[in-house]
């Protein structure tokens, strides 16, 4: 079964006022993500990786084209499955909850729509809570979070309902980078743990190749898959796609994360990502990125 699978998909913003200045969306974009994969979503800003998001939760109609979500069509030239009719669920990059609900509350809401009974609610959302590591702050207001815990909240939300498929758009792109590569760590796990697939849009190719089993780049609104982050080799890439993750030419930078599969090179403020264990921890590297 696949989690996702797009075929030919065209979204325009076009409403056909005399003012409109845009350009199509995407122009045939085809996509598939297996059963329990994790695909990280970089691109230019305004390529259309918040558009094809939407689209996917059916937030946004598309022109055209084909999308299932878990094995069944919510789009389909003219059909068009409501938002909640859809086996999955998006994380924003503020994280959207509802101010006048506690912690506990928000994470509840989901449950309460689907009417399931209150006991069972209690257990569930008190499950997930302890899942994200924020069950002291159940009863918690929303207005007395840090940006983090709002995040942990948020997934917490998106998990108790247990979606086929979570799309994230750019959740920890507001916080500093180093909580953002812990939580894109445990989000990882936590999707791993719970088997539910995942589409995360990020600006960032640290975050994208820590959370993500495979990588695309959203460009001239098609959908360029780039292959598992294992098997990356950057010197095979496009310049624009390249520079998506961290650039051409000769750097130097510091290792920060190593395996037998792959290895994150920090430069200044880029990260560079290298097929296969090229160092250790802390050594310092030149690496030639030109073809
Ligand atoms: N509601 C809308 N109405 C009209 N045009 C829109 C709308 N939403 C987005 N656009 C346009 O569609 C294009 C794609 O936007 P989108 O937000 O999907 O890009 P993005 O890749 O997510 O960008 P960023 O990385 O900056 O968030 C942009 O040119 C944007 O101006």
């Known amino acids: 079964m696949t989690a996702i699978n797009i075929t030919n998909l065209h979204v325009d913003y076009d409403d056909g006022s005399p003012n409109y200045r845009g350009e199509p969306v995407l122009t045939g974009a085809n996509l598939t993500v297996d059963d329990g994969e994790i695909l990280a979503v970089l691109g230019a800003s305004g390529s259309g990786k918040s558009t094809l998001l939407r689209t996917i939760a059916g937030l946004q109609q598309p022109g055209s084209g084909r999308i299932e979500v878990a094995s069944v069509t919510t789009d389909d030239d003219g059909e068009h499955l409501p938002p909640h009719r859809r086996n999955c669920t998006m994380v924003f990059q503020d994280a959207q909850l509802f101010p006048h609900r506690t912690v506990a509350g928000n994470v509840a809401y989901g449950l ?4 399931v009974p209150k006991v069972q609610r209690r257990r569930r959302v008190a499950e997930v809570l302890e899942m994200v590591d924020i069950a002291e702050l159940a009863d918690r207001a929303i207005t007395e979070l840090s940006g983090g815990q709002a995040q942990r909240v948020a997934l917490a939300r998106c998990l108790v309902i247990r979606p086929a498929v979570i799309l994230f758009d750019e959740p920890l792109s507001a916080l500093d980078r180093g909580l953002r590569q812990r939580l894109a760590v445990e989000i990882r796990q936590l999707l791993k743990q719970t088997g539910t697939s995942a589409i995360y849009v990020t600006h960032d190719p640290a975050e994208a190749t820590t959370v993500a089993d495979r990588l695309a780049v959203v460009e001239h609104g098609k959908i360029i898959d780039l292959g598992p982050v294992a098997t990356l080799d950057i010197s095979k890439l496009s310049d624009s796609v390249a520079s998506l ?12 994360a190593v395996s037998d599969e792959s290895t994150t090179v920090e430069v200044v403020e880029n990260i560079v990502v290298l097929p296969g264990r090229q160092g250790g921890l802390g050594d310092t590297i030149t690496v030639n990125l030109s073809r």
């Open 245 to 256: 993750l961290g650039g051409l030419g000769e750097v130097t930078g510091v290792i920060t």
């Open 112 to 115: 309460e729509a689907a009417k």
